[in-house]
């Protein structure tokens, strides 16, 4: 399986403190994505890291990329309870002109006001 | 506003009935995706297609589910016959290859089979 891999599984932060999530994949990849769920609702498209960049800004989002490590995290600086919800990463796959992507298993993101 | 638009929003039936999901993708987008959300099993990808065309239909059980674009702004996802394992929810979503492969996702079909 191309699934990614999140961690934590869920995390608990207050209002106004750093998340940090971390995601894990197994192979080569295009670019690496991030996406928010909200409760009973589809996935968004937060920012998207070419696996050329190593670190990607987007207001008070923050990803870093290590394909070395075949590794990526995302980093929401001074939360706010509406940030809560869960993050999946998402990866393109291997296979040359293939257009679907692989979703970890996401972090559930719990920011208490 | 630009979006993805699945109906119906939530579908209850019996075992053994029919399920028809459908999905309107973003105009001009021509790769669509069909995914189904459980606790269990997480997001998990049942089909794609682009430019109408399946690529890649592997994650989708062929013995009851079915997927297809009658034209570029439908897609329908079928369940014949129902099952209460059936019960998720199905997520559509569209993109444009040429856009790193974002994905555009509709709101979801919440589908409880009793």
């Known amino acids: 399986s191309q699934q990614g891999e999140e961690d934590p599984q869920a995390l608990s932060i207050q209002e106004g403190e750093n998340a940090t999530m971390n995601c894990s994949y197994k192979?080569?990849?295009?670019?690496l994505q991030w996406y928010r769920q909200n409760s009973g609702r589809g996935l968004v498209h937060l920012i998207l890291?070419?696996?050329?960049?190593r670190e990607k800004h987007s207001g008070r989002l923050r990803v870093t990329l290590d394909t070395s490590k075949k590794s990526s995290s995302l980093l929401i600086t001074a939360s706010r309870a509406a940030d809560t919800a869960s993050y999946f990463c998402a990866h393109t796959g291997d296979q040359t002109g293939a257009n679907n992507l692989f979703f970890g298993t996401g972090t559930r993101l719990t920011v208490i006001p | 506003d630009a979006r993805v638009t699945q109906t119906p929003r939530h579908k209850v039936t019996e075992m053994g009935q029919e399920v028809t999901m459908r999905c309107q993708p973003i105009?001009?987008?021509?790769?669509v995706f069909w995914y189904r959300q459980t606790m269990m099993q997480g997001l998990e990808l049942l089909a794609y297609?682009?430019?109408?065309?399946?690529?890649?239909d592997s994650g989708m059980p062929k013995d009851r589910f079915s997927a297809e674009m009658p034209d570029a702004t439908l897609a329908t996802l079928k369940i014949q016959p129902s099952e209460p394992r059936d019960s998720a929810v199905y997520f559509c979503a569209s993109g444009l290859p040429g856009q790193g492969n974002i994905q555009y996702f509709g709101a979801g079909t919440r589908l409880s089979v009793l």
């Open positions: 105009l001009g987008h021509n790769t």
């Open positions: 192979t080569s990849i295009n670019n």
């Open positions: 297609f682009r430019n109408r065309a399946p690529l890649d």
């Open positions: 890291i070419r696996s050329n960049e």
